[in-house]
Protein backbone atom coordinates (compact mmCIF):
# COMPACT_ATOMS: atom_id res chain seq x y z
CA UNK A 1 0.00 0.00 0.00
CA UNK A 2 1.52 3.48 -0.63
CA UNK A 3 2.48 5.64 2.09
CA UNK A 4 0.83 8.72 3.22
CA UNK A 5 -2.65 9.50 3.00
CA UNK A 6 -4.84 7.72 0.47
CA UNK A 7 -8.10 8.33 -0.92
CA UNK A 8 -11.11 5.19 -0.40
CA UNK A 9 -11.36 5.37 -4.40
CA UNK A 10 -7.29 4.77 -4.73
CA UNK A 11 -7.04 2.39 -2.51
CA UNK A 12 -9.92 0.57 -4.27
CA UNK A 13 -8.25 1.08 -7.01
CA UNK A 14 -4.85 -0.58 -5.62
CA UNK A 15 -6.63 -3.36 -4.65
CA UNK A 16 -7.76 -3.64 -8.05
CA UNK A 17 -4.59 -4.38 -10.03
CA UNK A 18 -5.05 -4.36 -13.60
CA UNK A 19 -8.75 -4.31 -13.69
CA UNK A 20 -9.77 -0.32 -15.16
CA UNK A 21 -11.91 2.38 -13.40
CA UNK A 22 -13.00 4.26 -16.63
CA UNK A 23 -16.53 5.30 -15.92
CA UNK A 24 -16.56 4.28 -12.40
CA UNK A 25 -19.52 5.82 -10.33
CA UNK A 26 -21.38 5.64 -7.48
CA UNK A 27 -24.32 4.81 -9.66
CA UNK A 28 -25.67 1.24 -8.95
CA UNK A 29 -25.70 -1.72 -11.69
CA UNK A 30 -28.83 -1.40 -13.16
CA UNK A 31 -28.21 2.15 -13.50
CA UNK A 32 -24.46 1.00 -15.06
CA UNK A 33 -26.32 -1.81 -17.04
CA UNK A 34 -28.75 0.64 -18.99
CA UNK A 35 -25.82 2.96 -19.91
CA UNK A 36 -23.72 -0.10 -21.06
CA UNK A 37 -27.13 -1.27 -23.33
CA UNK A 38 -27.76 2.18 -24.69
CA UNK A 39 -24.23 2.90 -25.58
CA UNK A 40 -24.37 -0.76 -27.41
CA UNK A 41 -21.41 -2.40 -25.29
CA UNK A 42 -21.56 -5.97 -25.64
CA UNK A 43 -24.05 -8.13 -23.69
CA UNK A 44 -22.64 -11.88 -24.45
CA UNK A 45 -22.29 -12.07 -20.17
CA UNK A 46 -24.74 -9.57 -18.71
CA UNK A 47 -27.13 -11.82 -18.19
CA UNK A 48 -27.65 -14.07 -15.02
CA UNK A 49 -27.02 -17.78 -16.59
CA UNK A 50 -23.51 -16.45 -18.09
CA UNK A 51 -22.22 -17.53 -21.16
CA UNK A 52 -22.43 -21.17 -22.16
CA UNK A 53 -21.75 -22.69 -25.43
CA UNK A 54 -23.64 -26.25 -25.79
CA UNK A 55 -21.16 -28.86 -26.01
CA UNK A 56 -18.05 -26.82 -25.47
CA UNK A 57 -14.75 -28.00 -23.95
CA UNK A 58 -11.75 -26.59 -22.64
CA UNK A 59 -9.19 -26.85 -25.29
CA UNK A 60 -6.58 -24.24 -23.56
CA UNK A 61 -3.59 -25.72 -21.74
CA UNK A 62 -0.73 -23.61 -19.95
CA UNK A 63 2.40 -25.12 -19.48
CA UNK A 64 3.26 -25.00 -15.50
CA UNK A 65 6.15 -23.72 -14.96
CA UNK A 66 9.27 -25.60 -14.96
CA UNK A 67 7.51 -29.00 -14.41
CA UNK A 68 6.75 -29.02 -17.75
CA UNK A 69 3.21 -30.39 -17.14
CA UNK A 70 0.42 -28.86 -19.71
CA UNK A 71 -2.54 -28.15 -17.48
CA UNK A 72 -5.85 -26.84 -18.51
CA UNK A 73 -6.90 -23.46 -17.68
CA UNK A 74 -9.58 -24.25 -15.49
CA UNK A 75 -9.47 -26.82 -13.32
CA UNK A 76 -11.14 -28.72 -10.38
CA UNK A 77 -10.71 -27.52 -6.60
CA UNK A 78 -11.90 -30.28 -4.40
CA UNK A 79 -13.04 -28.21 -1.50
CA UNK A 80 -16.75 -28.94 -2.60
CA UNK A 81 -16.10 -32.46 -4.04
CA UNK A 82 -18.65 -35.38 -2.88
CA UNK A 83 -18.91 -37.60 -5.48
CA UNK A 84 -16.89 -39.11 -8.65
CA UNK A 85 -18.94 -37.87 -11.21
CA UNK A 86 -18.10 -34.02 -11.45
CA UNK A 87 -14.90 -35.26 -11.89
CA UNK A 88 -15.50 -37.70 -14.54
CA UNK A 89 -17.21 -34.65 -16.45
CA UNK A 90 -14.97 -32.55 -15.77
CA UNK A 91 -12.07 -34.57 -17.55
CA UNK A 92 -14.51 -35.06 -20.31
CA UNK A 93 -14.73 -31.78 -20.83
CA UNK A 94 -10.98 -31.16 -21.06
CA UNK A 95 -9.85 -30.18 -17.82
CA UNK A 96 -6.70 -32.50 -16.63
CA UNK A 97 -5.86 -30.78 -13.24
CA UNK A 98 -6.88 -31.27 -9.70
CA UNK A 99 -6.40 -30.12 -6.50
CA UNK A 100 -7.37 -31.49 -3.26
CA UNK A 101 -6.04 -31.92 0.76
CA UNK A 102 -6.09 -34.31 3.38
CA UNK A 103 -8.34 -31.16 4.65
CA UNK A 104 -10.55 -30.93 2.21
CA UNK A 105 -13.36 -33.10 3.55
CA UNK A 106 -12.95 -36.86 2.38
CA UNK A 107 -11.85 -35.44 -1.42
CA UNK A 108 -9.05 -37.75 -1.45
CA UNK A 109 -11.50 -40.71 -1.12
CA UNK A 110 -13.39 -39.66 -3.26
CA UNK A 111 -10.93 -39.37 -6.36
CA UNK A 112 -9.61 -42.23 -5.39
CA UNK A 113 -13.03 -43.79 -6.01
CA UNK A 114 -13.15 -42.31 -9.50
CA UNK A 115 -9.52 -43.54 -10.29
CA UNK A 116 -10.51 -47.04 -9.06
CA UNK A 117 -13.76 -46.98 -11.71
CA UNK A 118 -12.33 -45.59 -14.04
CA UNK A 119 -9.23 -47.89 -15.69
CA UNK A 120 -6.75 -45.07 -17.41
CA UNK A 121 -8.27 -42.14 -15.56
CA UNK A 122 -5.04 -41.66 -13.57
CA UNK A 123 -3.01 -40.74 -16.78
CA UNK A 124 -5.29 -38.03 -17.80
CA UNK A 125 -5.15 -36.23 -14.62
CA UNK A 126 -2.19 -33.43 -12.67
CA UNK A 127 -2.78 -34.78 -9.58
CA UNK A 128 -1.72 -32.25 -6.44
CA UNK A 129 -2.70 -32.87 -3.15
CA UNK A 130 -0.87 -31.59 0.08
CA UNK A 131 1.18 -32.30 3.56
CA UNK A 132 0.52 -30.09 6.42
CA UNK A 133 3.79 -30.21 7.49
CA UNK A 134 4.07 -27.90 10.30
CA UNK A 135 7.68 -25.71 11.51
CA UNK A 136 8.35 -29.02 13.99
CA UNK A 137 7.35 -31.55 12.32
CA UNK A 138 9.76 -34.43 11.56
CA UNK A 139 11.09 -36.24 8.23
CA UNK A 140 9.05 -39.53 8.77
CA UNK A 141 6.00 -37.81 9.59
CA UNK A 142 5.72 -35.85 7.13
CA UNK A 143 6.41 -39.16 4.73
CA UNK A 144 3.73 -40.79 6.47
CA UNK A 145 1.22 -38.10 5.55
CA UNK A 146 2.16 -38.43 1.68
CA UNK A 147 1.62 -42.36 1.71
CA UNK A 148 -1.80 -41.72 3.76
CA UNK A 149 -2.93 -39.56 0.62
CA UNK A 150 -1.63 -42.18 -1.47
CA UNK A 151 -3.88 -44.80 -0.15
CA UNK A 152 -6.47 -42.74 -0.12
CA UNK A 153 -5.96 -41.61 -4.17
CA UNK A 154 -5.68 -44.91 -4.75
CA UNK A 155 -2.32 -44.15 -6.65
CA UNK A 156 1.31 -44.65 -6.21
CA UNK A 157 2.45 -41.22 -7.27
CA UNK A 158 1.10 -37.58 -6.89
CA UNK A 159 1.98 -34.94 -9.54
CA UNK A 160 2.50 -32.04 -7.40
CA UNK A 161 2.62 -32.48 -3.50
CA UNK A 162 2.83 -28.90 -1.80
CA UNK A 163 3.21 -27.54 1.88
CA UNK A 164 0.02 -26.00 2.40
CA UNK A 165 -1.15 -23.18 5.05
CA UNK A 166 1.98 -20.96 4.81
CA UNK A 167 0.71 -18.28 7.22
CA UNK A 168 -3.06 -18.24 7.45
CA UNK A 169 -2.63 -18.51 11.71
CA UNK A 170 -4.91 -21.75 11.72
CA UNK A 171 -1.38 -22.85 14.25
CA UNK A 172 -0.58 -20.73 16.66
CA UNK A 173 3.27 -21.53 16.67
CA UNK A 174 3.19 -21.27 12.31
CA UNK A 175 4.26 -18.01 10.52
CA UNK A 176 4.36 -19.51 7.14
CA UNK A 177 8.49 -18.70 7.08
CA UNK A 178 9.46 -21.21 9.59
CA UNK A 179 7.23 -24.12 7.88
CA UNK A 180 9.40 -23.59 4.72
CA UNK A 181 12.40 -23.11 6.77
CA UNK A 182 11.95 -26.72 8.34
CA UNK A 183 14.92 -28.89 7.25
CA UNK A 184 13.61 -32.08 7.94
CA UNK A 185 10.60 -30.81 4.37
CA UNK A 186 13.40 -30.64 2.57
CA UNK A 187 14.81 -34.08 3.54
CA UNK A 188 11.29 -35.41 3.49
CA UNK A 189 10.99 -33.91 -0.20
CA UNK A 190 14.20 -35.60 -1.63
CA UNK A 191 12.79 -39.32 -0.22
CA UNK A 192 9.39 -39.10 -1.84
CA UNK A 193 10.95 -37.60 -5.21
CA UNK A 194 13.57 -40.84 -4.72
CA UNK A 195 11.32 -43.33 -4.02
CA UNK A 196 8.59 -42.14 -6.94
CA UNK A 197 6.20 -40.84 -4.80
CA UNK A 198 5.90 -37.27 -5.67
CA UNK A 199 7.31 -35.75 -8.94
CA UNK A 200 7.36 -32.18 -8.33
CA UNK A 201 6.85 -29.65 -4.96
CA UNK A 202 4.95 -26.59 -5.00
CA UNK A 203 4.27 -24.10 -1.77
CA UNK A 204 0.43 -22.31 -1.07
CA UNK A 205 -0.72 -19.29 0.81
CA UNK A 206 -3.55 -17.46 1.54
CA UNK A 207 -2.35 -15.20 3.97
CA UNK A 208 -2.85 -11.31 3.88
CA UNK A 209 1.17 -11.40 3.71
CA UNK A 210 1.40 -14.54 1.06
CA UNK A 211 3.35 -12.69 -1.09
CA UNK A 212 6.65 -12.12 1.00
CA UNK A 213 6.00 -15.74 2.09
CA UNK A 214 5.64 -17.78 -1.59
CA UNK A 215 8.85 -15.10 -2.44
CA UNK A 216 10.92 -16.20 0.15
CA UNK A 217 9.45 -20.24 -0.53
CA UNK A 218 10.34 -19.08 -4.04
CA UNK A 219 14.35 -18.45 -3.21
CA UNK A 220 14.64 -21.58 -1.05
CA UNK A 221 14.73 -22.87 -5.04
CA UNK A 222 12.90 -26.26 -4.26
CA UNK A 223 9.79 -25.60 -5.13
CA UNK A 224 8.45 -25.75 -8.79
CA UNK A 225 4.87 -24.44 -8.36
CA UNK A 226 2.88 -21.86 -6.28
CA UNK A 227 -1.20 -22.06 -4.95
CA UNK A 228 -2.24 -18.58 -4.31
CA UNK A 229 -5.19 -16.32 -3.05
CA UNK A 230 -5.47 -14.03 -6.08
CA UNK A 231 -8.97 -11.64 -7.20
CA UNK A 232 -9.45 -8.56 -7.96
CA UNK A 233 -10.26 -7.07 -4.85
CA UNK A 234 -6.67 -7.01 -3.47
CA UNK A 235 -4.39 -7.76 -5.76
CA UNK A 236 -2.45 -4.57 -5.92
CA UNK A 237 -2.63 -4.18 -2.02
CA UNK A 238 -1.33 -8.12 -1.31
CA UNK A 239 2.16 -7.00 -3.82
CA UNK A 240 0.65 -9.61 -6.42
CA UNK A 241 2.72 -8.43 -8.84
CA UNK A 242 5.65 -8.53 -7.32
CA UNK A 243 5.27 -12.24 -6.85
CA UNK A 244 4.03 -13.41 -10.19
CA UNK A 245 7.41 -11.41 -10.97
CA UNK A 246 9.55 -13.61 -8.65
CA UNK A 247 7.66 -16.89 -9.77
CA UNK A 248 8.64 -16.15 -13.32
CA UNK A 249 12.31 -15.11 -12.90
CA UNK A 250 12.11 -18.39 -11.24
CA UNK A 251 10.21 -20.19 -13.87
CA UNK A 252 7.66 -21.22 -11.28
CA UNK A 253 4.88 -22.25 -11.88
CA UNK A 254 1.20 -20.40 -10.99
CA UNK A 255 -2.31 -21.81 -9.49
CA UNK A 256 -5.14 -19.52 -8.92
CA UNK A 257 -7.23 -20.13 -6.04
CA UNK A 258 -10.12 -18.03 -4.22
CA UNK A 259 -10.61 -15.64 -7.46
CA UNK A 260 -14.00 -15.21 -6.40
CA UNK A 261 -13.77 -13.16 -3.52
CA UNK A 262 -15.71 -13.31 -0.74
CA UNK A 263 -15.88 -17.23 -1.53
CA UNK A 264 -17.88 -16.04 -4.48
CA UNK A 265 -20.34 -13.58 -2.17
CA UNK A 266 -22.38 -10.95 -4.47
CA UNK A 267 -22.95 -7.66 -2.89
CA UNK A 268 -26.45 -6.32 -3.32
CA UNK A 269 -28.17 -5.34 -6.64
CA UNK A 270 -25.45 -7.52 -8.27
CA UNK A 271 -27.79 -10.93 -8.41
CA UNK A 272 -28.64 -10.36 -11.87
CA UNK A 273 -25.09 -10.70 -12.64
CA UNK A 274 -24.18 -13.61 -10.11
CA UNK A 275 -22.38 -15.55 -13.22
CA UNK A 276 -21.27 -12.71 -15.67
CA UNK A 277 -19.19 -12.00 -12.38
CA UNK A 278 -18.20 -15.91 -11.85
CA UNK A 279 -16.60 -15.58 -15.39
CA UNK A 280 -14.98 -12.27 -15.56
CA UNK A 281 -13.32 -12.72 -12.37
CA UNK A 282 -11.88 -15.86 -13.88
CA UNK A 283 -10.96 -13.97 -16.97
CA UNK A 284 -8.98 -11.78 -15.44
CA UNK A 285 -6.97 -13.89 -13.29
CA UNK A 286 -6.03 -15.42 -16.76
CA UNK A 287 -5.14 -12.38 -17.91
CA UNK A 288 -2.25 -12.40 -15.62
CA UNK A 289 1.02 -14.07 -15.79
CA UNK A 290 -0.65 -17.64 -14.44
CA UNK A 291 -0.98 -21.30 -15.46
CA UNK A 292 -4.66 -22.16 -14.32
CA UNK A 293 -7.13 -21.08 -12.04
CA UNK A 294 -9.00 -24.04 -9.88
CA UNK A 295 -12.45 -23.49 -7.81
CA UNK A 296 -14.09 -25.80 -5.80
CA UNK A 297 -17.77 -24.92 -7.75
CA UNK A 298 -15.67 -26.70 -10.84
CA UNK A 299 -14.96 -30.05 -8.76
CA UNK A 300 -18.86 -30.22 -7.44
CA UNK A 301 -21.02 -28.43 -10.45
CA UNK A 302 -21.79 -29.46 -14.01
CA UNK A 303 -23.51 -25.87 -14.13
CA UNK A 304 -20.31 -24.23 -12.71
CA UNK A 305 -17.95 -26.36 -15.06
CA UNK A 306 -19.82 -24.95 -18.32
CA UNK A 307 -19.60 -21.86 -16.76
CA UNK A 308 -15.67 -22.07 -16.40
CA UNK A 309 -16.00 -23.45 -19.72
CA UNK A 310 -17.73 -20.51 -21.21
CA UNK A 311 -15.57 -17.72 -19.28
CA UNK A 312 -12.02 -19.06 -21.15
CA UNK A 313 -13.77 -18.69 -24.73
CA UNK A 314 -12.98 -15.09 -24.68
CA UNK A 315 -10.35 -13.34 -22.90
CA UNK A 316 -11.46 -10.22 -20.82
CA UNK A 317 -13.00 -7.34 -22.61
CA UNK A 318 -15.14 -4.36 -22.02
CA UNK A 319 -17.71 -5.83 -20.35
CA UNK A 320 -16.24 -7.24 -18.04
CA UNK A 321 -13.90 -4.32 -16.62
CA UNK A 322 -17.15 -2.18 -16.59
CA UNK A 323 -18.74 -4.93 -14.85
CA UNK A 324 -15.45 -5.32 -12.33
CA UNK A 325 -14.94 -1.99 -11.31
CA UNK A 326 -18.68 -1.39 -10.04
CA UNK A 327 -18.62 -5.46 -8.43
CA UNK A 328 -15.57 -4.36 -6.64
CA UNK A 329 -16.52 -1.10 -5.47
CA UNK A 330 -19.91 -2.47 -3.86
CA UNK A 331 -17.88 -5.49 -2.17
CA UNK A 332 -14.80 -3.65 -0.91
CA UNK A 333 -16.27 -2.80 2.35
CA UNK A 334 -17.56 -6.01 3.13
CA UNK A 335 -14.01 -8.31 1.88
CA UNK A 336 -11.57 -8.42 4.22
CA UNK A 337 -7.91 -8.98 2.85
CA UNK A 338 -7.09 -10.88 5.73
CA UNK A 339 -3.28 -8.49 6.32
CA UNK A 340 -3.94 -7.67 9.79
CA UNK A 341 -1.24 -5.17 9.82
CA UNK A 342 -3.32 -1.98 10.05
CA UNK A 343 -6.66 -3.54 12.15
CA UNK A 344 -4.73 -5.56 14.46
CA UNK A 345 -2.42 -2.68 16.01
CA UNK A 346 -5.42 -0.72 16.55
CA UNK A 347 -7.18 -3.31 18.88
CA UNK A 348 -6.97 -2.49 22.32
CA UNK A 349 -7.18 -6.01 23.58
CA UNK A 350 -4.88 -7.56 21.17
CA UNK A 351 -7.58 -9.58 18.95
CA UNK A 352 -6.29 -12.07 16.06
CA UNK A 353 -8.91 -9.86 14.16
CA UNK A 354 -7.45 -11.38 10.34
CA UNK A 355 -7.57 -14.94 11.38
CA UNK A 356 -11.20 -14.40 13.33
CA UNK A 357 -12.53 -13.14 10.69
CA UNK A 358 -11.24 -16.01 8.28
CA UNK A 359 -12.02 -18.92 10.35
CA UNK A 360 -15.77 -17.06 10.80
CA UNK A 361 -16.21 -16.65 6.77
CA UNK A 362 -15.05 -20.73 6.68
CA UNK A 363 -18.60 -21.58 8.82
CA UNK A 364 -20.66 -18.68 6.75
CA UNK A 365 -19.89 -18.94 3.50
CA UNK A 366 -17.80 -22.04 3.45
CA UNK A 367 -20.61 -24.25 5.37
CA UNK A 368 -16.81 -25.88 6.92
CA UNK A 369 -18.69 -25.64 10.63
CA UNK A 370 -16.56 -28.40 12.41
CA UNK A 371 -13.62 -27.26 10.85
CA UNK A 372 -13.70 -23.35 11.46
CA UNK A 373 -14.13 -24.44 14.75
CA UNK A 374 -11.62 -26.44 15.15
CA UNK A 375 -9.30 -23.88 14.41
CA UNK A 376 -10.96 -20.71 16.22
CA UNK A 377 -10.86 -22.92 19.05
CA UNK A 378 -6.92 -24.04 18.45
CA UNK A 379 -6.72 -20.24 19.29
CA UNK A 380 -6.00 -18.40 22.84
CA UNK A 381 -9.20 -17.23 24.64
CA UNK A 382 -7.82 -13.89 24.57
CA UNK A 383 -6.98 -13.60 20.81
CA UNK A 384 -10.89 -14.61 19.87
CA UNK A 385 -12.84 -12.18 21.37
CA UNK A 386 -13.09 -9.70 24.42
CA UNK A 387 -15.80 -7.73 26.25
CA UNK A 388 -14.87 -5.05 24.59
CA UNK A 389 -15.72 -5.86 21.17
CA UNK A 390 -19.00 -5.42 22.23
CA UNK A 391 -19.12 -1.93 21.98
CA UNK A 392 -15.06 -0.85 20.43
CA UNK A 393 -15.09 0.49 16.83
CA UNK A 394 -11.65 0.83 16.83
CA UNK A 395 -10.73 -2.14 14.20
CA UNK A 396 -13.34 -0.74 11.74
CA UNK A 397 -12.34 2.90 11.80
CA UNK A 398 -8.74 1.76 11.12
CA UNK A 399 -9.81 -0.50 8.24
CA UNK A 400 -9.29 1.88 5.22
CA UNK A 401 -10.95 -0.22 3.01
CA UNK A 402 -14.59 0.12 5.54
CA UNK A 403 -14.70 -3.59 6.81
CA UNK A 404 -16.80 -3.66 9.48
CA UNK A 405 -14.76 -6.10 11.50
CA UNK A 406 -16.16 -6.03 15.10
CA UNK A 407 -19.66 -7.55 13.58
CA UNK A 408 -17.54 -9.81 12.04
CA UNK A 409 -15.84 -10.78 15.33
CA UNK A 410 -19.34 -10.83 17.16
CA UNK A 411 -20.50 -13.35 14.63
CA UNK A 412 -17.23 -15.56 14.88
CA UNK A 413 -18.22 -15.91 18.71
CA UNK A 414 -21.87 -16.97 17.99
CA UNK A 415 -20.79 -19.25 15.35
CA UNK A 416 -17.93 -20.65 16.75
CA UNK A 417 -17.77 -19.88 20.57
Known amino acids: MPAGPVSRRKLLLYGLGTATAAGAGAFGYRAWDKRRRAAGVATRVADRAGYVSPGAVVTQRRRLGRTGLEVSVVAMGAGGLDGTDPIHRAVDKGMNYIDTSPCYGGSENVIGTAIAESPGLRDKLVLATKWDASAHMKKDRILASLDESLKRLKTDHVDVMQIHWLGGGHLPDDDGYNRVDNPELYEAMAA ?201 DACRTACPFGVDAPARVNDAKKRLG
Open 192 to 392: AKQAGKARFFGATSHDGLRSKILRHAIDKGAFDMILVKLNVLDHGFADMPALLAAAKAKDVGVVVMKSQPGGGYIPRGFEQSKWSIYQANLRWALGLDVACVVHSGIGSSPDTQDLAIGAVEDSLGSQDTHLLDRYAEALSPEYCRGCGQICQPACPEGVSIAPVLQFGMYDRQYGWGEYARGLYEALPAAKRWSETCLDC
